[in-house]
């Protein structure tokens, strides 16, 4: 009898653990040898081809990147034709949610499985490709929570991070992190991944890529002349290039071309693709950008990237090519005092765009236009002629690529303006570049700061 | 027999207790289910002054622009 009752007891604790040994995650099975890890990564690498949602934030998409640089001040928002244009969101607040957040940190979470148990298989060929394709996507995770969650890390309030996650622990809540902290993370993992130096071209990213975001960080928060050295180690792989070849490139909606080192939504249908450009269309490229066109220069985007209507006629474009590179090296080579490099270079740039080019001087720089909305640098500081022709020149270049004005808005003092949209007025507020962490995680974990102006949950 | 359960009865009680902490956790939920998203600042009504703005940059877009 009692040997019953001991065994019924024994079964109903063992009933009791069943939560404990499922934890990884609730009710799957953890991958254990080589072709299970490779197979989530080919998952996730699909993900990013094909611009699917969950992997969209990691690289970004095409329809994206339009949309939310169709809330800047590159684009008329005020001036959005209906009902053509109605599907387009009117101003910065109308980003400002969590999505990407959850879909960022359920990546990461794919990569510290990885991370975690791939085991004895780390040394081998595959293994080390596996590990660093790992480190790779989930620093570029935590590099864009870092610039879409926390403030620009130059700016005084630019001091906290994001939740750091490093092991596949389901039941880890942490609050958030320093900035430096999250920087740090970023940084190791960059620098991990390239060790690991990437071989196989289906995991998408390699060494040059990731030098490429180990660029980017810098140049994010203020490192100078990391920055520049990492941007000029890529730019000397990947140099520039023009004319033809330059249209051929950008012109290409999917597929890498030219000197694009990576994108995302490398797929895609033509039909949707042309159903997404004609709502574009509806809201015109506002007078600011197009007056940044001298009629007086021959600049070879005039002829492809806008048209007579003042309508977008440029690809959008979600990725990393090399010319970000040359506006890197150039910011940098000026924020460390070098401004006669910072020239040289803005003009050995122009000289890719505008023919016949006459170089620009200390005396001849354009003057900082009444009309344009960053009126402060990264530092909140004036902005100088030097500096302000060469965010022009970024602003020129990057249009409707990477919502790369968003983020040099937010770099760059966060300006505020308001737009009409829908008959009303809306204010883009210092605030709404920087999104709210989710409402659900906010209430489950105590001591998870949530960012300023997000107050009331709905 | 007794004994063995007093023994055991403690430890199977701790056990169901620890594998039911997950309930205690789940977000607090509103009528539509669970909030996802924050309030934003209501647009307002558009002024004169405003109204003007918009007429300047249409006028600026027709003259400029073909039709």
Redesign the interface.
């Known amino acids: 009898?009692?040997k019953y009752?001991?065994s019924l007891?024994t079964a109903?604790?063992l009933v009791?653990?069943?939560?404990?040994l499922d934890i990884k995650p609730y009710g799957k099975e953890i991958p254990e040898d080589v072709e299970d890890f490779s197979a989530l990564l080919h998952h996730l690498c699909d993900d990013l081809d094909n611009g699917n949602t969950l992997a969209s934030p990691i690289l970004g998409v095409y329809g994206d990147a339009g949309s939310l640089e169709a809330v800047t001040d590159n684009m008329?928002v005020?001036?959005t034709e209906s009902p053509q244009g109605d599907m387009l969101r009117g101003y910065i607040?109308h980003f400002?949610?969590?999505t990407s957040y959850t879909n960022l940190y359920e990546a990461i979470r794919t990569c510290n499985i990885i991370l975690d148990e791939i085991g004895d298989d780390r040394d081998t060929r595959e293994g080390l490709d596996l590990i660093g394709t790992s480190y790779a996507i989930r620093g570029v995770c935590y590099y864009q929570l870092m610039r879409l969650y926390c403030a620009p890390p130059l700016a005084e309030d630019g001091t906290l991070g994001v939740p750091l996650v490093t092991t596949f622990d389901m039941e880890a809540k942490p609050v958030r992190s320093t900035m430096q902290e999250t920087i740090g993370l970023i940084e190791h993992d960059f620098k991990e991944a390239i060790a690991c130096d990437i071989q196989e071209p289906m995991y998408r990213f390699n060494s040059d890529i990731i030098h490429g975001y180990l660029a980017r960080l810098y140049h994010w928060c203020g490192r100078w002349q990391e920055a520049r050295d990492e941007a000029l180690l890529v730019l000397g792989k990947h140099p520039l290039i023009e004319g033809d070849d330059y249209k051929a490139m950008i012109n290409k909606q999917f597929g890498l071309a030219g000197n694009r080192l990576i994108m995302g939504n490398i797929y895609g249908s033509t039909l949707t693709l042309t159903s997404y450009y004609n709502t574009l269309k509806a809201r015109?490229i506002s007078?600011r950008y197009i007056n940044l066109f001298p009629a007086s220069e021959a600049d070879i985007r005039k002829t492809f990237f806008f048209n007579?209507?003042?309508q977008s006629t440029k690809t959008c474009f979600a990725g990393m090519r090399s010319a970000e590179m040359a506006f890197i090296a150039m910011e940098a080579a000026y924020h460390l005092g070098d401004p006669t490099t910072a020239l040289k270079e803005l003009n050995d740039f122009r000289r890719k765009r505008i023919s016949p080019y006459t170089d620009l001087t200390m005396t001849t720089l354009p003057a900082i236009r009444d009309d344009e909305y960053i009126k402060e640098d990264c530092y909140g500081n004036i902005l100088t002629p030097l500096l302000y022709n060469i965010l022009v020149e970024r602003r020129k270049e990057f249009f409707m690529e990477n919502a790369d004005r968003f983020y040099e808005l937010k770099r760059n003092g966060r300006p505020e303006w308001?737009i009409?949209?829908r008959?009303?007025?809306?204010?883009n507020?210092k605030y709404?570049y920087t999104w709210?962490l989710?409402?659900?995680d906010i209430?489950?974990q105590p001591g998870l700061i949530q960012n300023p102006g997000?107050?009331?949950?709905? | 027999m007794k004994k063995l359960f007093i023994t055991f009865a403690p430890v199977l009680a701790l056990f169901f207790c620890v594998s039911c902490e997950k309930v205690d956790e789940l977000p607090e939920i509103n009528e539509q289910g669970y909030k996802q998203q924050y309030r934003m600042p209501d647009p307002t009504l558009l002024n004169d002054e405003d109204r003007q703005v918009i007429n300047n940059q249409e006028q600026e877009h027709d003259a400029n622009v073909p039709s």
């Not at chain 1, 008959?423 to 204010?427: C, D, P, R, V």
């Not at chain 1, 997000?454 to 709905?458: G, I, M, N, S």
């Open positions: 009898m009692k009752i001991l007891m109903l604790t009791s653990c069943t939560e404990y008329e005020n001036l607040g400002a949610v969590s015109p007078v007579a209507k003042r308001w009409m949209f008959g009303l007025k809306y204010w507020q709404m709210p989710p409402v659900a209430e489950l997000y107050d009331e949950a709905l």
